[in-house]
T-cell receptor, first 116, second 115 residues
Framework: AQSVSQHNHHVILSEAASLELGCNYSYGGTVNLFWYVQYPGQHLQLLLKYFSGDPLVKGIKGFEAEFIKSKFSFNLRKPSVQWSDTAEYFCAVNRRQASGTYKYIFGTGTRLKVLA | NAGVMQNPRHLVRRRGQEARLRCSPMKGHSHVYWYRQLPEEGLKFMVYLQKENIIDESGMPKERFSAEFPKEGPSILRIQQVVRGDSAAYFC?????????????FGPGTRLTVT
């Protein structure tokens, strides 16, 4: 079945550690890719997005993601995490359906806890 | 510049009652999406609406659930005869158009608890 997979459901890191969260999707063709973050008690906010062009995308708060088409991946990275990065992170794919409309498919999320 | 508004933020209903969840999109946005979030399951698409039109309801359960986005007023997600399994967080998102080039802006969600 076509899906968006986030393999790490829970990640615990110490401050200043490097972060990489995996995201793989199984859709062929053209897709648009997103990472959203949900801080405790808050709504989802966009971290970064990829539509086309440079496959290395830089987002807010020092996050970046790399689109590797051959691997169907869009992994999220941050060189040095902070306690305030504690949140849940969602990868999402937006693709055109046969009906012509676009639909977002979200991964199951990764809960990141950063220890001070 | 108000974002996506949802109310109520928390809703408690007894089994068999009706739940009405409201979503006001961002100003200038005419496309609304509803998602359900269950623990450990991420966000599941439910329905996509434009003003007075349901565009895609492929994620809506066939019974008890309905959604509308009238010409005036907020979008409403209605759940009739709620059951315990309906307990979840329901998020609404909006975008200015339905093409692929627009991100979705999310509201704070409504947490429905069915007792």
């Amino acid at each position: 079945a076509q899906s968006v997979s986030q393999h790490n459901h829970h990640v615990i890191l110490s401050e200043a550690a490097s972060l990489e969260l995996g995201c793989n999707y199984s859709y062929g063709g053209t897709v648009n890719l997103f990472w959203y973050v949900q801080y405790p008690g808050q709504h989802l906010q966009l971290l970064l997005k990829y539509f086309s062009g440079d496959p290395l995308v830089k987002g807010i708060k020092g996050f970046e993601a790399e689109f590797i088409k051959s691997k169907f991946s869009f992994n999220l990275r941050k060189p040095s995490v902070q306690w305030s990065d504690t949140a849940e992170y969602f990868c999402a794919v937006n693709r055109r359906q046969a009906s012509g409309t676009y639909k977002y498919i979200f991964g199951t999320g990764t809960r990141l806890k950063v220890l001070a | 510049n108000a974002g996506v508004m949802q109310n109520p933020r928390h809703l408690v209903r007894r089994r068999g009652q009706e739940a009405r969840l409201r979503c006001s999109p961002m100003k200038g946005h005419s496309h609304v999406y509803w998602y359900r979030q269950l623990p450990e399951e991420g966000l599941k698409f439910m329905v996509y609406l434009q003003k007075e039109n349901i565009i895609d309801e492929s994620g809506m359960p066939k019974e008890r659930f309905s959604a509308e986005f009238p010409k005036e007023g907020p979008s409403i997600l209605r759940i009739q005869q709620v059951v315990r399994g309906d307990s979840a967080a329901y998020f609404c998102a909006s975008s200015p158009a339905g093409t692929s080039n627009y991100e979705q802006y999310f509201g704070p969600g409504t947490r429905l608890t069915v007792t």
